[in-house]
């Protein structure tokens, strides 16, 4: 088959009109204020909240800063329990603070944290359990929570897959102590880079705030150790206007899913990670499984043939964070403990997913799947 006429990658950003974003841009102008908790930050903290339906929010550079300084916001230490399955930043905010990641397995169905192994996990240095909504799959946050509970331990989420996700009705943003969003450009939400975290205890909203501004008080008061973790006005800005549009995308990537779905469904060896099509879901990614045996090509196979036809699908997680160099002595992060994530990691891959996607490109996906 002739390749598709143009690249067609992963996601394609969400982006206001450029002059709803300029009249935006001309306040911030007037104002000479370009950052430091500007009317732009002030109004999409606001904004953020009442979306997302949670009592507090602290907006941050970056997803990865906004975990690094969460984690840091909870003073925890030694060993936290986390999955292999996810994005190198959430175990790499756990090196920055001298904390150890231990890796616990994930579920064949979510890819998801198995609590079924958490507890076998902890020892007395263990401070904490990181879990990762992955690809919109939501942890088992009573189950977590429970054990938490009973080892007296603080529960966070990478929640950049879940923004706007709910779970039994309650917003995703409610459960654990934190959870973070990722505000990056191939994100559902996106201040084109940025971050934040949310959480239900408001006293940490000073702590996380003095974290994000070099632990700076007052004009001659430094307090805390913190760096720089700011968002500016102009990412606020975008932002504000991105929020706007986030409700629209959602339900067009809702269509896109139904449509992928009614395609790719009943072609042998390939497995639809994501069936839920309801509003809890948050429409990050179109993940599906590779089974070689059954579909005839490997999952890599498959991605070159796709990669070479101009479809720009992904390997999203490989390679396991549990396999970088810097974990080999690390013997949670033996493969003989992760057999789940060790098979999923090689049979898992995400399709171009974004609202605008053409059904004549998911055709076309179609057609070079079942013509091997
Ligand atoms: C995108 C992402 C991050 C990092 O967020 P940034 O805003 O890019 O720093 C962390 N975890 C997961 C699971 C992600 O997908």
Redesign the pocket.
Known sequence: MEKWKEPIYITSPVLPELSNFTNQLEKIWESHILTNNGAMHKELEINLKTYLKVPSITLMS??????LLGLKGLELSGEVIVTPF??P??TEALDWLGLTPVFCDIESETYTIDVSKIESLITEKTSAILG?H?FGNICKVEAIQEIADRYNLKVIY?G??AFGATYNNEPIGRFGDLT?F???A??LFNTI???GLVYRDQSLYERLYLLKNFGISGPENVVLSGLNGKLNEIQAAMGIEVLKLVESERLKRKEVQKKYIKHLDGIKGIRIINVNTTDSNSFQYFPIEVDEMNFGLSRDQLHNKLVSHNIISRKY?YPLCSTFEWYSDNKSADAVNLPVATNVVERVLCLPFYGDLDENVILYIKELFITK
Not at 62 to 67: C, D, E, P, R, S
């Open positions: 970056n997803g990865t800063i906004a975990l996810t994005f930043a959430t990762v992955v990478d950049a897959h973070m990722s505000f990056h191939t994100k880079e940025g971050g997680f």
